[in-house]
């Protein structure tokens, strides 16, 4: 079965970095575009941002825009999310997930890690 | 970006009761290329990632029960759960990928009556 296993997460200060990993496995990873989508404590799904499978069409949500950058090492079956300045409202569990052509549904998500941003 | 709206924001049904969660979008999400709407359904139990259910609106992904179904085209759209079981509690979200960025509803939770 596919899976996607998380790791980066944890306590940081306000305008501090954190990178976000996410490894592949039972799948061609370089085929399919990958997600970041966050929830913050007791909220709802927002997603944060994509990448196509080469790597080369970055997407980001505005309220992410120019501080995180997502990445995307298919020679490791790796994604990740670099994450600078960060802020308080930046604080969510962040969830990998797959997304399926041509719609972009996301049908495997990551475990899921913790960000928390806090002084 | 599209706005999703969901309703109710939570229900609360008997087991096997019939649960009904609706879902409208700002504009349509009907991808005329392919007469496919893009719209998928996700399921997320506490402390779990959401889990796929249904998607181009009224397709289950595999292994998703049967009681499990989607309907509707263009902005407006429903989940129904037939026959409510104990294992359904979890709060619902719709999704639409038409357009990017990717937009979710509020979650709709369902509890037992």
Same mark, same amino acid.
């Given at each position: 079965e596919m899976l996607l296993v998380q790791s980066g997460g944890g306590l940081v200060q306000p305008g501090g970095s954190l990178r976000l990993s996410c490894a592949a496995s039972k *799948?061609? *990873?370089?085929?399919y575009a990958m997600n970041w989508v966050r929830q913050a404590p007791g909220k709802g799904l927002e997603w944060v941002s994509s990448i196509s499978g080469g790597g080369d069409s970055p997407y980001y949500a505005d309220s992410v825009k120019g501080r995180f950058t997502i990445s995307r090492d298919n020679s490791k079956n790796t994604l990740y999310l670099q994450m600078d300045s960060l802020r308080v409202e930046d604080t969510a569990v962040y969830y990998c997930a797959r997304g399926v052509p041509p719609a972009g549904e996301f049908d495997y998500w990551g475990p899921g890690t913790l960000v928390a941003v806090s002084s | 970006d599209i706005v999703m709206t969901q309703s109710p924001d939570s229900q609360a049904v008997s087991l096997g009761e019939r649960a009904t969660i609706n879902c409208k979008s700002?504009?349509? #999400?009907? $991808?005329?290329? /392919? /007469?496919?709407? $893009?719209l998928a359904w996700y399921q997320q139990k506490p402390g779990q990632p959401p889990k796929l259910l249904i998607y181009w609106a009224f397709t289950r992904k595999s292994? #998703?029960?049967?009681r499990f179904s989607g309907s509707g085209s263009g902005t407006d759209f429903t989940l129904t759960i037939s026959s409510l079981q104990a294992e359904d509690v979890a709060v619902y979200y719709c999704q639409q990928s038409y357009s990017t960025p990717p937009t979710f509803g509020q979650g709709t939770k369902v509890e037992i009556k």
């Open positions: *799948f061609t *990873f370089s085929e | 700002s504009q349509s #999400v009907l $991808y005329s290329s /392919n /007469n496919r709407n $893009y292994g #998703v029960p049967d």
